[in-house]
């Protein structure tokens, strides 16, 4: 008998290695395909963003080609994710090459579909807490309120600064090149918006207090900055729903958020006039 368990005993172990091996497996091939899809990717950026001047149907012919890799690496990664419920680490697959494509409802349903045993750990109940948190933070919501510490040392809330202004919120952080290439645009416009009773509020992500301040000097920022200099770990970016920067949020006089992103050239202008007609 005793003989007996300990040949159930050794299948079960190895059945167990087995399993790792072919999870292990599953990422590793993943991995090697999306690698290959990626450097396709990377040649073709390099055709259309690249110094070389190339004919424009060539260029046009590589944009389309370009669109058509992205979308093969989004459908091959979602396959990915489908095949590896019971893999801890396709929650990360997911989040890195699927979750930009989904709304927050359809990230939530993606991520309810993985085992019991995956929903145990932090990475998916970090993902649920941005789908939590970005909910939250949708246009027409109170913001939350946080502090960080200024470079003098002293606490600035964010409640405070409401006090009967429009408030711009900019996350940055020293290493971040496309952080600071915003810049030089938000100081153009700041002295105008600023007579309008907008305040800019600039919250870096910085881990290093010298890299910080360093950073802010070089930029001349003429508008409040302040950081709690715990880089990703700050709670502010998971109340926020932080997953990169640069990172802008507009807030009302009444902590209410009115938009958020940016991204396309004056759209910030647009939506803060906007919101200054309203309140005339």
Known sequence: MKSKMKYILIGLLLLSGFSNVRAQD?????????????????????????????????????????????????DFAQKAVDNNRSDKRFVKVLGIYVQNYLTIDELEADLKKFSPEVQKEQEWKDKMDFVKYSRLNLPGQKCIDFTVKGHDGKEIRLSDLL?????????????????????????????????????????????????????????????????????????????????????????????????????????LEKAMDEYLNKVK
């Open 26 to 74: 599953a990422l590793d091939k993943f991995q090697q395909e999306m690698g290959k899809l990626e450097s396709l990717e990377s040649e073709y950026h390099k055709v259309i963003f690249g110094k070389k001047d190339y004919p424009k149907h060539y260029t046009d012919s590589i944009g389309k080609l370009f669109q058509a890799i992205r979308q093969e690496k989004r």
């Open 163 to 267: 006090a009967n202004k429009l408030v711009l919120i900019d996350f940055w952080a020293s290493w971040c090149g496309a952080c600071r290439a915003t810049m030089p645009h938000l100081k153009d416009i700041y002295p105008e918006y600023k007579k309008k009773g907008v305040e800019f509020f600039s919250v870096s992500l910085d881990d290093k207090e010298e890299n910080w301040k360093k950073a802010f000097k070089e930029e001349a920022l003429p508008w409040i900055d302040g950081s709690n200099l715990l880089g990703w770990k700050d709670p502010i970016a998971k109340q926020y729903a932080i997953t990169g920067i640069p990172f802008k949020i507009l807030i009302g006089k009444d902590g209410v958020i009115v938009d958020k992103g940016f991204a396309r050239s004056g759209s």
